[in-house]
């Protein structure tokens, strides 16, 4: 199995740019979470999503963050317009169904903005 | 709610043990551990699904106590391998993983 895979591994924009994370999950997987990590915050939990539908959004920081699962093998996180204070790893991360699945985190993306 | 995990930080000799704490103010469905090393994703450790289970991986284990919300991590006779920070993880809803800050748990020969 391929595992969780996520794209870009480091990106490097400027303020007020839009910035696309890209994350694959393990097949056959129902759960799919976004984390962002940061020294200040540790691991948090953004979004998450349950047979492609988003669960519960309250982590998601603000508008400008939102996140879609157009299938079950594919899920996106956009920032726009980023700010610096958008600098942080995000991981994107899977399960089964039920609640013995360990969760699967991808390598994670990460993202600094200047 | 995010859990509360003590102690944030800990340092030990190889050989050693150490205990870490996860608490919760809600009534959870599990509990997970994870560790992570520097620059790289967490990797899962275990999973607790009922009060009072206790679980073992290799020198590690885990127990839960569903009534007081808790889980504890136990590392026995630290090896360098160990070093890492280990996140308590809890399913308060059936499926919604909330992280604790962390441990950093640093081993010295």
């Known amino acids: 199995d391929a595992g969780v895979i996520q794209s870009p591994r480091h990106e490097v924009t400027e303020m007020g740019q839009e910035v696309t994370l890209r994350c694959k999950p393990i097949s056959g997987h129902d759960y799919l979470f976004w984390y962002r990590q940061t020294m200040m915050r540790g691991l948090e939990l953004l979004i998450y999503f349950n047979n492609n539908v988003p669960i519960d959004d309250s982590g998601m920081p603000e508008d400008r963050f939102s996140a879609k699962m157009p299938n079950a093998s594919f899920s996106t996180l956009k920032i726009q317009p980023s700010e610096p204070r958008d600098s942080a790893v995000y991981f994107c991360?899977?399960?089964?169904?039920?609640?013995?699945?360990?969760?699967?985190f991808g390598e994670g993306s990460r993202l600094t903005v200047l | 709610q995010q859990p509360v995990q003590s102690p944030q930080a800990v340092i030990l000799r190889e050989g050693e043990d150490a205990v870490i704490n996860c608490s919760s103010s809600?009534?959870?469905?599990?509990v997970h551990w994870y560790r992570q090393k520097h620059g790289e994703a967490p990797v899962f450790l275990m999973i607790l699904l009922k009060g009072g289970e206790q679980k073992g991986h290799e020198k590690i284990s885990a127990s839960f106590n569903e009534k007081k919300q808790q889980s504890s991590l136990y590392l026995t006779a630290s090896q360098l391998s160990y070093s890492g920070t280990y996140f308590c993880?809890?399913?308060?809803?059936?499926?919604?993983?909330?992280f604790g800050q962390g441990t950093e748990l640093s081993v010295k020969p």
């Open positions: 993880g809890t399913d308060q809803s059936g499926g919604k993983l909330i």
């Open positions: 991360a899977s399960r089964r169904q039920g609640n013995t699945g360990e969760l699967f």
């Open positions: 809600k009534a959870l469905y599990s």
